[in-house]
């Protein structure tokens, strides 16, 4: 049976339990190691890196720069670049029209079929 263990997070150096019930679920997991952070160190490097997602907003993980395609605006016709495939069933518009739609709530869906986000 596991019995609680203090420990010493690489990061700030400050003293922490690694509780035997921690212990257990880490065996329950299949972890080997300990941890090596305080439970406020690992929360803070898990918010730095986005949630423990990977960081970047568009769900990628990295540094590399966003692809965009070209594609032709549904509402006014000027050619914009989109950080999507256009699949050519659904309206694409420049960043101007997305804008001006979005501000005055014409073109969401979500107010025709009764439902608010």
Excluded: I
Aim: aromatic residues 10%; positive net charge; proline residues 8%.
């Amino acid at each position: 049976m596991p019995t609680d263990k203090t420990l010493t997070c690489r990061d700030c150096g400050t003293p922490f339990v690694f509780s035997a019930s921690e212990q257990e679920f880490y065996a329950q997991k299949g972890f080997t190691n300990e941890p090596g952070r305080c439970p406020t160190c690992r929360a803070a490097r898990k918010a730095s890196r986005g949630g423990g997602y990977g960081g970047g907003g568009d769900g990628r993980g990295d540094d590399r720069p966003r692809t965009l395609h070209p594609a032709v605006c549904s509402q006014c016709g000027k050619e914009t670049q989109v950080p999507f495939v256009p699949r050519g069933d659904k309206p694409v518009y420049c960043s101007d029209c997305f804008e001006s739609r979005r501000s005055t709530g014409y073109g969401s869906d979500r107010e025709s079929r009764g439902r608010r986000w």
